[in-house]
Nanobody
Framework: VQLQAYGGGLVRPGGSLRLSCTAS????????IAWFRQAPGKEREGVSY??????FYANSVKGRFTISRDNAKNTVYLQMNSGKPDDTAVYYC?????????????????????WGQGTLVTVSS
C-alpha cells in the first residue's frame, strides 16, 4: 500500500485546515490509519487514530481535531480546528494491516506497516 498525505499549509491561530491521507495499491486489510506529527527538534508523536469502530486522540488535540474516513475514496481525513502554534509540524499518516489497536498501543510507531511522505502544517500569524 502507498499513502499520500496532503492538505498542509499556513493557517492563522484559531483557524482550520483539513488534511487528507489517500491509500493506493494493495489496500486490502489496511483498515487502521493514524496521524502522527513531528515538530522541529521534537520526536514524532501520535495525533489521532481511526480503526474499524474506534477513534483515539492525543490529549493535546482532543476537542479540536476530528478524524474521519471515506472508504469509497480510500481516504482518511484529519480536520484541524482552533489551530495553535504548537500544532506546527510535519504531519504523517500511517497504515496498519491487521487487528485494530487499543488505547495503550495506537501511538507506537512500530505498529504501522506503511507511512506517507508527510505534509507541513504551520500555524502562525
Amino acid at each position: 500500500v502507498q499513502l499520500q498525505a496532503y492538505g498542509g499549509g499556513l493557517v492563522r491561530p484559531g483557524g482550520s485546515l483539513r488534511l487528507s491521507c489517500t491509500a493506493s495499491g494493495f489496500t486490502s486489510g489496511y483498515s487502521t490509519i493514524a496521524w502522527f506529527r513531528q515538530a522541529p527538534g521534537k520526536e514524532r508523536e501520535g495525533v489521532s487514530y481511526i480503526g474499524d469502530s474506534r477513534t483515539f486522540y492525543a490529549n493535546s488535540v482532543k476537542g479540536r481535531f476530528t478524524i474521519s474516513r471515506d472508504n469509497a475514496k480510500n481516504t482518511v481525513y484529519l480536520q484541524m480546528n482552533s489551530g495553535k502554534p504548537d500544532d506546527t509540524a510535519v504531519y504523517y499518516c500511517a497504515a496498519r494491516r491487521g487487528f485494530n489497536l487499543i488505547a495503550s498501543s495506537w501511538r507506537q510507531q512500530e505498529q504501522y506497516d506503511a507511512w506517507g511522505q508527510g505534509t507541513l502544517v504551520t500555524v502562525s500569524s
